[in-house]
């Protein structure tokens, strides 16, 4: 086998099996085939293959398991815990394509849990939306937010169909605080079905608060299954 030839299998094997786990096609904990398997498919060396296999588990798409054989992995997006993260900057970190729907934007008066979530007096109007964000074929994020309508009026004719409502808003308003809570949950019926997960699955929930100088602006809650993403914070001593 020539040396050119080799390096073209090499793309190819590459190429076709980055397409699979990207598409979803070979979705996380999907076993790779043997690499003999994959030698005797290509009609190449069993040393092209490795190479291959080993460049994909550098990149993070999959795991090599002594003794098991190769599978695709989860991939999971990081975010920084003191920033306004954008969720399609976080799929598209992971090489995979990103897409949204709107599954409900209802313009109502503030309930008594609304007002808590955005401390506004009772009976506030308010803009409710809730998106699906999607990573490939498989659900990435819950996304449940209100927004205070005297704080951005605009909200009550933005439809959100082509800008997800967190880009929207920041090109809207500037935000001056932000507050961030951060803790678990144990998926239940409902959100396993929105998030295509088995129940029980344990859930990471982002919820976050916003003001501008004007007033409240939003809260948002982020939900995400929890071997989707990671929360990272960097930090330095503090001063003596």
Known sequence: MNQSRDLTLHQRILSDIEGRIVSGDWPPGHRIPFEVDLATQYDCSRMTVNKVLTQLAKAGLIERRK????????????????????????????????????????????????????????????????????????????????????TVPEAADADFLTTAPGPWLLNQVPWSTAEHRIHAVSAGAELAAVLDIPRNTACLVVERRTWSNAGPVTHVRFTYPGDRHALVARFTPASQ
Do not use: M
């Not at 808590?116 to 009772?122: A, D, K, T």
């Open 67 to 150: 003794k098991s054989g190769s599978f695709v992995t989860q991939p999971q997006a990081q975010s920084a815990i003191l920033e306004i993260h954008d969720i399609k900057a976080e799929v598209q970190s992971l090489n995979l394509p990103y897409s949204y729907a709107v599954s409900k934007k209802t313009s109502r008066k503030a309930k008594v849990d609304d007002s808590r979530r955005l401390e506004l007096p009772v009976a506030s109007s308010v803009v409710e939306v809730v998106c699906i964000h999607n990573a490939g074929a498989r659900p990435f994020c819950l996304e449940e937010r209100l927004i205070s309508l005297a």
